[in-house]
Antibody, heavy 120, light 110 residues
C-alpha cells in the first residue's frame, strides 16, 4: 500500500525558512517522480515543484523559483522541500504527491498534507 | 499554459453531469489529462489518469474524454450520488514537465 506522510509544517515569520519532509512507503521511490502541491485556505490546488525519479531533474512553479528547493533521498525513501524567503502568500496546506511516471506529469497518490502558516 | 474549468455545476441525484477543462495553449491531445476529486476536509484522490483511464477502485460512473476540436477535456459522472458532491480538478503538463491544475469545479448534488 502506497503511503505518503508529510511533516515539518509550522508557523513561521515572513522572510523565514522551513523544510518539509515526506516519508514514502509501499513503492520503489526511485522509479517515480514526486511533487509538492499546495492549497491556500479556501483556494484551489497549485503545483509547486516536481523532481524526477533519480533526482537529476527538478522543476518549479514561477511563484517559488529561486526560493524553494526540492530534493529527495531515495535511500531514505524521503522527499524534501526547502522553503526560504517565505511570504504570507505561501500560507497553505502542502501535499506530497507521487507521480505515475518517471517525470512529474500526472499524480496517482497524495499525502494527507502539512500546514504552513507564514505570519508575524 | 492554463486550464479553465467552470466554477460550479449542479445536478440532481441519478442524473449525469459533465465538467469541462479547456487548455489555453498547446494541444490538449499532446499531454495527458488527469482528474482529481477532493471532498471537504480531505486530500485529493485520483479519478482519471492518462485522459481516460480509471485507477482500480474508481467506479465506472466516472469517465474522461478529450476533444481536440475544442482543445478541452471532460469529466463525466453518471448516476449522480450525494457523495459525489465535491471539488473536481483537471491537471496536465507541458513540454518542460511543468504541471498545471485547473481552478477547480464545485459539484453540488441537489
Amino acid at each position: 500500500e502506497v503511503q505518503l506522510l508529510e511533516s515539518g509544517g509550522d508557523l513561521v515569520q515572513p522572510g523565514g525558512s522551513l523544510r518539509l519532509s515526506c516519508a514514502a512507503s509501499g513503492f520503489t521511490l526511485s522509479s517515480y517522480a514526486m511533487n509538492w502541491v499546495r492549497q491556500a485556505p479556501g483556494k484551489g490546488l497549485e503545483w509547486v515543484s516536481g523532481i524526477s525519479g533519480s533526482g537529476g531533474s527538478t522543476y518549479y512553479a514561477d511563484s517559488v523559483t529561486g526560493r524553494f528547493t526540492i530534493s529527495r533521498d531515495n535511500s531514505k525513501n524521503t522527499l524534501y522541500l526547502q522553503m526560504n524567503s517565505l511570504r504570507a502568500e505561501d500560507t497553505a496546506v502542502y501535499y506530497c504527491a507521487k507521480s505515475s511516471s518517471y517525470y512529474p506529469r500526472g499524480i496517482d497518490y497524495w499525502g494527507q498534507g502539512t500546514l504552513v502558516t507564514v505570519s508575524s | 499554459f492554463m486550464l479553465t474549468q467552470p466554477h460550479s455545476v449542479s445536478e440532481s441525484p441519478g442524473k449525469t453531469v459533465t465538467i469541462s477543462c479547456t487548455r489555453s495553449s498547446g494541444s490538449i491531445a499532446s499531454n495527458y489529462v488527469q482528474w482529481y476529486q477532493q471532498r471537504p476536509g480531505s486530500s485529493p484522490t485520483t479519478l482519471i489518469f492518462e485522459d481516460t483511464q480509471r485507477p482500480s477502485g474508481v467506479p465506472d460512473r466516472f469517465s474522461g474524454s478529450i476533444d481536440s476540436s475544442s482543445n478541452s477535456a471532460s469529466l463525466t459522472i453518471s448516476g449522480l450520488r450525494p457523495e459525489d458532491e465535491a471539488d473536481y480538478y483537471c491537471q496536465s503538463y507541458d513540454s518542460r514537465n511543468h504541471v498545471a491544475f485547473g481552478g477547480g469545479t464545485k459539484l453540488t448534488v441537489l
